[in-house]
Nanobody
Framework: VQLVESGGGLVQAGGSLRLACAAS????????MGWFRQAPGKDREFVAAIAWSSGNTYYSDSVKGRFTISRDNAKNTVYLQMNSLKPEDTAVYYCAARERTGDGRRRSWEYDYWGQGTQVTVSS
């Protein structure tokens, strides 16, 4: 299984970025795909998740209304559209895949596969 993130970069506060996570090596139709982030000196935190088959989405309170997670079945890719970015959104963003179902989609240790991460920096 391989997860490859792209789309990070430097943006001013109030701006937008779209992250992409290209997934390969398995059929992900039964998986939950998540985005997490980790800022320097902080724990990795949940950002958003999507159930691949149903399309149900889940967000942390800190990004709800600003970020949107989606998936493209044909491209086997998950996206994170980030709008109204704030300096506190600065972090390395990671894509992850979770095989098991049920509760736990907000917990990083519940995920089975991880990408290498992409840096997002929001300047004030």
């Amino acid at each position: 299984v391989q997860l490859v993130e792209s789309g990070g970069g430097l943006v001013q506060a109030g701006g937008s970025l779209r992250l992409a996570c290209a997934a390969s090596g398995r059929t992900f139709s039964s998986y939950t795909m998540g985005w997490f982030r980790q800022a320097p000196g902080k724990d990795r935190e949940f950002v958003a998740a999507i159930a691949w088959s149903s399309g149900n989405t889940y967000y942390s309170d800190s990004v709800k209304g600003r970020f949107t997670i989606s998936r493209d079945n044909a491209k086997n890719t998950v996206y994170l559209q980030m709008n109204s970015l704030k300096p506190e959104d600065t972090a390395v963003y990671y894509c992850a895949a979770r095989e098991r179902t049920g509760d736990g989609r907000r917990r990083s240790w519940e995920y089975d596969y991880w990408g290498q991460g992409t840096q997002v920096t929001v300047s004030s």
